[in-house]
């Protein structure tokens, strides 16, 4: 295969495994968090990761961003991976079910597309539209089926609700600002940026709320190994890419791709129910990401 195909075959798979290492995430987190609390787990995770991203930086002798780039990237990690994660793992701990945290979060490819609409003067088609909506309805679907149980026992409280609002928030302010402010800076000395100011939230926030206890067992040191290595730097590495290189709508889309991903996963590794309706719904949203990413006929 020549040189310029296998180039462009590798590029069109860069969203499908950035889907696979995010879905991970959640079966990372399931492992780790029996044996630590959710800040205290992500400030390890975060020094771990500026740990690696120094090391990739000088040995590749990347250039490092301005102090006022050095700033923006700041702002990127503390809306895309520290308010975020935080938020997230806030409103579980709050008592919201992952089910209606993942179906608030599923909103985002849809909460993007209207601000980069708005902000950034991208513009979607009908048939892209469709896709969102096919998306969001296949992401609610997958959910609710596979965890029908917890949904229908649940009592929401303001905190859980406001925190998993708040994650929406910064995950689609987050990716748009790092379209704008992001170009020209280098992916490495970037990512290193954005973790100083993840790693600072996520310290205070361990310091503040939580007793910091951890139980080192053998789980949550792998746990915590594939979640920097494959989440936060990968995972991340592939994500700022794309956002680089792509429309904000068509990259927040393929976030829709990461419940039926995760769906599938956990009925493999844990054995959740996984019926024939979620079945039907991860093709409803793989249909949906289709329609919002595929070319405009010319």
Known sequence: ?????????????IPFLFVFLWSTGFIGAKYA?????????????????????????????????????AMQQMVTGFLVHGVYLGGVFAAIKAGLPAGITAIVVGIQPVLTAFLSWKF??????????????????????????T?????????????????VLLALLAISLGTLYQKKFGAGVNLVAGSFWQYVSTALLMGILAWSFETRQVVWDRQL??????????????????????IREGEAAKVASYFYLVPPVTSLEAWLLF????????????????????????????
């Open 33 to 69: 968090l029996p044996f630590i609390e959710p800040f205290y787990l992500l400030f390890i995770r975060m020094l771990w990761t500026l740990a690696i991203f120094f090391l990739l930086a000088v040995s590749l002798k990347v250039t490092w961003p301005s102090p006022r780039q």
């Open 1 to 13: 295969m020549p040189n310029t195909a296998r180039h462009a075959l590798l590029i069109r798979a």
């Open 221 to 242: 040191i792998f746990a915590l190994m594939w979640l920097v290595l494959g989440l936060s730097v990968s995972a991340i590495l592939l994500l700022m890419y794309m």
């Open 271 to 298: 054995d959740e129910a996984l019926p024939p309706i979620a079945l039907a719904a991860i093709a409803l949203t793989m249909l949906g990401v289709y329609l919002v990413v595929k070319r405009r006929s010319s």
């Open 147 to 163: 965890r029908l149980t917890s949904i229908t026992q649940a009592t929401i409280n303001h905190t859980a609700l406001w925190s």
């Open 120 to 145: 950034l003067g991208e513009k979607l088609n009908k048939i892209q539209w469709l896709g969102l909506a096919f998306g969001l309805i296949g992401v609610s679907t997958i959910v609710i089926s």
